[in-house]
C-alpha cells in the first residue's frame, strides 16, 4: 500500500492527535511547571550555601529554604503525575481513535489491496506500531517539551549572572552532541531496517503457524521451521549490530555532556580569583550547571521515539492514504436488480498484467446465471467485480441502471449476498456466525435459515448445537460444514442478488445435491450468480457465459452451448467422463 503524499512526519502526527491536542497542551504546561518545580532546590541549596560562607547562623532562614526546596521537590512530583495522566487519557483516546479509522479504511479498501498485504504486515502495523506511538505522544510530546525549555530558562538566567561563564558551562554540550548526530545521522535508515527484519518475522511466524498443519502432513519441520529460525535470527543479529554500533558514541556523549564541572569549576576559580566573579554568583552557577545538563539529557533518551516516527506515521498513513473503492455516502436511483458489464477491463495491481478484456454480458433480474471456464480465466474477478469488492479500471458496471460507482457502500451490501469457496467463520458461536447475514434476525430465523440449507442436522449433532464456539476462521468444523453455514448466512441475508463463486467446491456429491435443491427454492425470484465446480449443477440455468483467457467466449444455455462452443463441449464431455479437466 503506497501513498503519494510526502508531508512532514510532526505535521502528520498533528493530524493524528486531532481534538486531543489541547490535553496534550495541558499536559505540556504541568511538565513545564513540574520540571521548573524541580529545578527550585538546586537554588535553595545554592542560596543556604552562600550562607553558610557568610556564616549566616539564622535558623529559620535555613528552615525557609528547606521548605522552599521540599515544596519544589512536591509540586515537582505533583505536577508530572498530573502531566503523565493527562498525556496518557489523550494518547489511549488518540490510539483508539487511529486503530478504528485504520479498520474503518479496510472495509472501503480494494480487496486485492488487502490480499496482497501480508495479514502479518497489517497486524503489525495496526497493532504493534501504533502502540509504538504511546511512547511519543504520552511521553515525548510533554516531558521533551519541557526538559528543553527549562535548560534554555536556565542558561538564561546563568547569562544575566555571568555571560562568560555561562559560555563556559555550555562547552561539553556540543562536543557531547557532535557523538550523538554521528549515531543520529544513521538511525533513521536503522530504524527502518529493523522494522522490515520484524515484519519478516513476523510474516514468518504467522505463515508457520497457518501452515503447521500442512509442515506435518508433509513432513516438512525441519524447511519450514529453518526458514522461520532464519527469520528470527535476522531479527535479532539486526538489532544486536544495530546497538553494538550505537554503543561507544552514545557511551561518548552520555559521559561528555554532563562534565561541566571540568569547564565550571577551574574558569570559574580563575574569574574568582581574578575578582570578577563574586562567590556567591560562582556558587549559583555550579549549582544551576549541574541542572542544566539533566534534562537536555533526559530529553535526547526520546531519541527513539523521534527516529521511529517518521516510520510509524509513513505506515499508518500508507493504510489510511491508500486509494479507495469509488463509493459516495448517499444512495443513488436503482431500478429493479439488473446487471450490466460494459467493455470492463481490470488488472490486479500488485502483477499490472491485465486479467478481463472488454467483458460486455447483461444479467437479467430473477435469473440463474453461471460462469464456467478454465482456472484462471477470470470468473471469480468477474463475480468480484460485480460484488463491489474492486472498481474496474476500464468500462462500467452497472446495477439496477445506476453505475456501480455511484452506489453507495450501504446499497451494494443491502443488495449483493457473495459466499465463496473459503468464508471465513469468526471466533463465535454458529449461531451468531450465521446471524452475520442479518444482525437483527431472531434466534427462530437463524435456524429456518440453517434448516434451508441442509444445516440443522449437523449443528445439532455437536456438543453445543447451534451455541458451539467454531474456533478461529471456522477451525473445528471441516471444509463442507463451513461451507454449508456460510451459505445459510448469506441465505438469512435475503439479498436481491446472490453470488455463489464455487460455494459448494467442499461439499460431497450427496450434500452438494441437497444445498442445491435448497438453494434452488430459496433463490425463487432473486438473481442467482454461480461461479460452477460441476457442470452438472448449472445445466438448467437461464444463462451460461464461457469465460477463457479474460473474454466472454460464449454464452447461452446448456444445450445452445453444446451445439455452438468447442471449449464448452470439451468441459461437458471431460466432466461426464469423470476427467479431471479444470472445470472451476
Known sequence: MQTSKKENPLVRLGNLIGAQKSGYGISVLLAVLGVTAGIV????????????????????????????????????????????????????LVLKDIRKRMLTKLT????????????????STIVDRVEGLETTL???????????????????????????????????????????????????????????ASKKMNDAVVEYVGGIEVIKTFNQNAKSYQKYADAVTYDASYYYNWMKSCQWPMAAYTAICPATLLTVLPVGLLFYLGGSLAVADFIQIIIVSLGIIGPILAASNYMDSIAAMGTIVGE???????????????????NGNGIELKDVTFSYHKTGEEILHGINLSIQPETVNAFVGPSGSGKSTIAKLIAGFWDVEGGDIQFGGSSLKKLSQKQIS??????????????????????????????????????AVGCDAFIRGLENGYHTRVGGSGSHLSGGERQRIAIARAMLKNAPVII????????????????????????????????????????????????????????????????????????????????????A
Open 138 to 196: 504520552a511521553h515525548m510530546i510533554p516531558e521533551l517539551s519541557a526538559n528543553v525549555l527549562v535548560p534554555i530558562i536556565l542558561i538564561i538566567y546563568v547569562f544575566v549572572l555571568d555571560w562568560r561563564m555561562a559560555l563556559v558551562t555550555l562547552i561539553t554540550l556540543p562536543l557531547g552532541m557532535c557523538f550523538l548526530m554521528i549515531m543520529f545521522r544513521t538511525y533513521p535508515a536503522k530504524y527502518e531496517g529493523s522494522v522490515i
Open 316 to 334: 499508518i498513513f500508507a493504510i489510511l492514504d491508500a486509494g479507495e473503492l469509488i463509493r459516495p455516502e448517499n444512495d443513488a436511483p436503482m
Open 41 to 92: 532546590p538546586y537554588f535553595a541549596v545554592a542560596k543556604m550555601i552562600v550562607a553558610l560562607l557568610t556564616e549566616n547562623s539564622e535558623i529559620y532562614f535555613y528552615m525557609i529554604w528547606c521548605g522552599v526546596a521540599a515544596g519544589g521537590y512536591l509540586f515537582k512530583v505533583l505536577f508530572s503525575i498530573w502531566s503523565t495522566s493527562m498525556s496518557h487519557s489523550a494518547t489511549y
Open 108 to 123: 472501503k479498501l480494494p480487496m486485492g489491496v488487502i490480499l496482497d498485504t501480508p495479514s502479518g504486515n497489517l497486524k
Open 500 to 583: 455463489l463463486d464455487e460455494a459448494t467446491a467442499y461439499l460431497d456429491p450427496e450434500n452438494e445435491a441437497v444445498i442445491q435443491t435448497a438453494i434452488a427454492q430459496l433463490v425463487k425470484g432473486k438473481t442467482l450468480i454461480v461461479i460452477a465446480h460441476r457442470l452438472s449443477t448449472i445445466v438448467n440455468s437461464d444463462q451460461i457465459f464461457v469465460v477463457h483467457n479474460g473474454l466472454i467466449e460464449n454464452h447461452g444455455t446448456h444445450e445452445e452451448l453444446l451445439s455452438k462452443c468447442a471449449l464448452y463441449q470439451q468441459m461437458w464431455n471431460a466432466h461426464v467422463g469423470g476427467k479431471d479437466g479444470e472445470t
Open 414 to 451: 443491502e443488495n449483493i449476498a457473495y459466499v465463496s469457496q473459503d468464508n471465513y467463520l469468526f471466533d463465535d458461536t454458529i449461531l451468531e456466525n450465521i446471524r452475520m447475514g442479518k444482525q437483527n434476525a431472531t434466534d427462530e430465523e437463524v435456524i429456518a435459515a440453517a434448516k
